[in-house]
Every structure is written in C-alpha cells, then in structure tokens.
C-alpha cells in the first residue's frame, strides 16, 4: 500500500519509527476511513445508477454522464447489495 | 397593457413563452409573436420544447431535427429531435467508457442499462430540457421564443427543474464528504494531494446545466411568460389553478391572451341560433376573465374565418394581436 514498500530495504531510524507509530496509532483509523469511504461509494452508485437493479431513480438523463465513471465499481456493488439485507448497513 | 406594450416597454425580457392547455393556440401565437418581432427587425429563435412539436406544420416547411432553419429575414425555428439526440448521447456514454478503461466493446450489463436508462419516460423530456440549455446559452439572437408543452407537461417540465437541483446537491454533498475522507486517509498515511474528483466536476457541470435552464424560466427580469385561454369555462378553471401552481415554481406570469373570441358584432347580424347561443356563452366568461384576470389580459383574439398555417396567416395574425 504504502509507497515505500517498493524501496530499497535501506531505512533510517526515524522513517522506522515513523512506519511503527503509524502502525500504533493511525492504521486503524485509516482502515476504518477507507471502509467507511468504499461504503459511501457504493450509496454514491445506488443513488444514481438505483435503475440497474431496479430501484427507479429520477432522473436517468444526468446518470448517463456518471455511469463511465463507475464502470469498473458496478459488479462489486451489486454483488455487496445483494449480500447486504438492508443498504443502511454498510453506513454503520 | 396590450402585447405591443409589454414588448416595448419590456426589451430586456428576451425569454418569451405561451403556456395553455392542448390545442388552444400556443404553437400559432409563438409563431405570429415571432413573425411580428423578426419584422421588427429583431433576431428571434422560435423553438419547440415539445416532442409532438407543430412549428413544421404552421410554417409548411419541415424543419424537424433540423437545426435552426430560417424562415425569413430575422426569423428563424427549430425543432429538436429527442431521439436522434438521445443516440447521439448514448454514443458519447459508450465512447467515453470504451476510452477510459481501452476497452473494443462495453460490457453487457453496462450496455443494458444504457438502453434501459434510454426507455424511460423521462428521458425525452430530459434530452429536449437539455438541449434547450445549449440553445439558449449560445445566445445568437435577440429573442428566444418556447412553443411550449401543454400545462400539465410544462409544470412537469419547469418541476425537473428543481427536481435535478435538489437531486444534484444530494450526491454532491455525499461526494464532497467522500472526499473528505480520502483526504483524511492520504493525511494519515502522509501521501501528497489526493487527485481531482472527475465525479465531482462531472456533477458540477450538470448541476451548471440545470441552473441555466431553470433560471431562465424563473427570470423576473428576463422571461414573460403568457397564458393562453379561451372563453369556456373548464379552460378558466383549469388555468387559475396552473398559474397559482406556475406561480409556486416563481414563473413570471406577464399576462393573458384570449383566443378565439366570436365578434360580438355578429349578434347585429341574422346569424342562426347555434352562433347566437355561442356568442352568449362566450359573453358571459369574457365577463368572468375581466373579473379573474382584469388589467393582466393582453390581447383578444377573435375566431379567424380559416386555421392559421403559412406565413400570410402568421403575418394576418401578428397584425391583429400587435394591433397595426
């Protein structure tokens, strides 16, 4: 993920330190940000593109113009709404 | 204050529009309006925002999907084409996603819901609203004349107005907050600036359509917007509840026109009863729009001998309601 994965394994002291307390401290809360952001993607995607899964969302006109954007999102939105009973859950 | 009145004591209102139930001559006073402004030497686009548009039949000249095409000095008219114009918008979706991801063919499940999308109900109506905006934010001419859509449609038309705003600021917010946090996470990982939202400036622009089109339909300074009547009595019901509605939505109503008034002067004639009764009828609710609408009616037009199509009759007619 991080970008110095790909760098030489030449590290100094407080970049160690650095990567450690990151760990520590704000791993957690970046992971949790990154779900909690993938879940509002995927509400973005429900209330635009609701049509595809035959939810009528007015009006389809516009989103037409978003729908390239969410291309590549669409098989694994549809594969967690279905798996999910209620869409409000993936927002708490 | 008669028609010729509002136009010349009002040259800043550019946006120019006759509302009324089907059939009662919206299309044939958009058409004398603009005949009378374009030999008043002004540039005027008359155009049709409905999809069962009749500019072609009341100028005899097939202009559908055409572009402007002019009909004489000053004057020019269009029709869209909804369907061509939904194709071609279908075709750039397609191009763009084929583009973004160097794919030869869009994925099946896309491709369905593109044809869906295209099958709605709404969507004409969309393509038309949107093509409007692309017409009148090039601003070539001096006066934009909107043969508009029968009441009900137009009330839907000018509601998808304020339906996409609320719409549009919905996902902007929920976008902005996504946002946010991507840049929470970036901050926490300390990697660089977060790159560009392209969803976001995406619905920006939509958003920027939208307003062009609404605010020009709520523009005090700049619409005039008329109602067309006759006087019978389910026309006068059903329009004072439409201008209390066209009111809600802040449409600058400037005035009335009453059409196909039978000459009272008829009634010094033998004219059979059926006329007779008619004449009395149509006394009585002339009575009652002087009471509803008092000083607001602009123009009384009296029944013509024929229809009006072709130019001569466009021309017969702006002579009447422009009084020369």
Known sequence: MSPDAFQPPKKSFFQNLKEVMYGMASHDMSRYALRTRASMEHLFILITMGDMIGIPILPPYYS?????????QISTWKRRLLREKDVSDAMF | MSLKQIFESHPERRYIMFGGKGGLGKTTFSAATAYWLASQGKRVLVF???????LTDIFQMDIFGKGAVKIMDNLWAQEIDADK???QYQNEIRQKILDMYGLDQVPDEIEQYIQAASAEPAMEESAIFDAVVDIVVEGNYDYYIYDLVPLGHALYYLSMGKVYDEWINKITQLR???REYEEMVSRLKREKETEEDAILTELQYIRSRINASSRILTDREKTAFFFVIIPEEMILLDTQKAAGLFAKFDVPISGYVVNRVVPQELMDQEIPAYLRNRIEMQGRYMTEIQQMFGKDVAAYVPE???????????EKLAKIMYGE
């Open chain 2, 176 to 178: 902005e907050e996504m």
């Open chain 1, 64 to 72: 037409l113009r978003l729908l390239p954007y969410v291309v590549p």
């Open chain 2, 85 to 87: 114009h939904i194709k």
């Open chain 2, 304 to 314: 013509l001998e024929r229809d009006v199509t072709g130019l001569p009759m466009i």
């Open chain 2, 48 to 54: 049709s925002v409905d999809p069962q548009a009749s």
